[in-house]
């Protein structure tokens, strides 16, 4: 991304007037990936500013119409629409990375048609290359930013998930990965409501791919129609949580735009070519907080949290990341995400912990990013809700994948106490 492109984009963000979603669209794919992650951060922008970027979710630059039949004659083998009664050239619908064409195939059935636009990739690694000189400029004037989300990492891990969303077969892969682990995990923590759709295997490859057509509407249609009840998300979070908590492996892109919700309050994912995967312990750090913090055992949770120090504080230090912690959540449980954010509240949470010691780069970011989108879908559908207490059943429901005894191991306390535990014990001897 040119330095006069980085600054049009930083205007939308920051300037007065409503956010052009075409003239972001219109600077490249990597702009448009941007704007989906800052519409995930009100505690930077304003919340408002941050709704209208989520329209990234489902808006993006379309393939021209009339490159359609060059790109499938492209990508395609000869015989290819013999498969089909037909195909429609225009699209219907468009994501950051190509558009989707409607058809039928010989049997009857309709699907639809996903094709990639073919320069992409090379435009968007060049973009990638471009913010990533201008972002180490940044860190050498801030070193501390590094810790504080690690923007090279960020940005790298922007780069990965949307350059495998590049090549389509990963999204077959990804389907057949959350499928299966639904199925071994099925006699622990059945999901009933999650669904996937069918892909034609012999029909896809990189560039094109084939797949039942799904008529329910995104998650982002209902909360703009006020059709999703609050007891559906806590669904959703149930479902998408076992993968990132219990699991360690899941959908790495799950936006409003990514995910449909049937008439029998089904899940569909879609999209899933960027499978995420979380190290144990980053995944056993954060579930422990909110597990902890969900229950009103605030030190606990803060311990949990700890855990993620490269070296585990003491003294003052320690000292500090507790009076800045009891600060941040005094009264925070109990409160609706419309008068603090969940996103917010982690922002400022980070900050405090990378101060006490602890990393928060590459690894930790998908998992936060997935608790932002759920905050942003609770801000916009159901803004007076608490979200935190409502978590609580469901996080002790993961607990049948984590064991909760493990969560403070390496909290400073148990340290601590291992110590003395393990202290040799000394005895007076008679002179």
Not at 41 to 61: F, H, M, N, T, V
Not at 73 to 85: C, P, Q, V
């Amino acid at each position: 991304m040119r330095l006069r492109t980085l600054l049009r984009f930083a205007r939308e963000l920051k300037g007065k007037k409503p956010v052009n979603i075409d003239k972001i669209q219109s600077m490249g794919l990597l702009a448009v990936k941007l704007g989906q992650i800052c519409a995930l951060r009100p505690d930077l922008l304003d919340p408002e500013r941050c709704i209208q970027l989520q329209e990234l979710y489902s808006r993006a630059p379309t393939i021209p119409e009339e490159n359609f039949e060059r790109l499938l004659s492209k990508f395609t083998a000869y015989d290819f629409r013999t498969n089909f009664n037909y195909i429609d050239s225009k699209p219907f619908a468009a994501a950051s990375i190509g558009q989707i064409h409607r058809a039928e195939l010989l049997d009857g059935t309709k699907v639809v048609i996903k094709i990639i636009k073919a320069d992409f990739e090379k435009s968007f690694k060049r973009d990638v290359r471009r913010m990533k000189r201008w972002m180490r400029l940044g860190l050498l004037l801030n070193p501390r930013l590094k810790k504080v989300g690690n923007p090279i990492g960020l940005l790298s891990h922007i780069e990965d998930y949307t350059l495998r969303e590049l090549n389509l077969l990963n999204e077959i892969k990804g389907k057949e990965r959350l499928m299966q682990l639904a199925s071994d995990y099925s006699d622990k923590f059945p999901m009933p409501k999650l669904q996937f759709p069918k892909i034609w295997k012999d029909l896809s490859n990189e560039h094109v791919l084939v797949v039942e057509e799904i008529t329910s509407p995104t998650l982002e249609s209902h909360l703009n129609s006020n059709s999703m009840d609050w007891e559906d998300l806590l669904q959703l979070f149930r479902i998408h949580g076992a993968f990132m908590f219990g699991m360690g492996v899941f959908h790495g892109d799950l936006h409003p735009g990514n995910a449909m919700m049937t008439k029998e309050k089904n899940f569909i994912f879609i999209d899933t070519g960027a499978i995420c995967e979380a190290p144990n312990h980053v995944r056993k750090a954060l579930f422990g907080f909110f597990y902890f913090l969900a229950k009103g055992e605030l030190r606990n949770a803060f311990d949990a949290m700890l855990t993620m120090a490269d070296v585990t504080p003491t003294g003052k230090t320690l000292e500090t990341y507790y009076s800045s912690m009891h600060k941040l959540y005094d009264g925070f449980v109990g409160t609706s995400v419309s008068e603090v954010s969940l996103t917010e509240q982690m922002m400022k949470t980070i900050k405090a912990s990378v101060l006490a010691g602890c990393s928060f780069g590459e690894d930790a970011f998908p998992i936060i990013r997935s608790l932002m989108y759920m905050d942003g879908m609770v801000l916009k559908g159901h803004p007076d809700v608490d979200l935190i207490s409502s978590m609580g059943p469901y996080l002790d429901e993961f607990a049948t994948l984590i064991d909760p005894t493990t969560l403070l191991e390496k909290s400073p306390n148990k340290q601590i106490d291992l110590v003395e535990k393990n202290r040799p014990l000394i005895t007076k001897t008679a002179a």
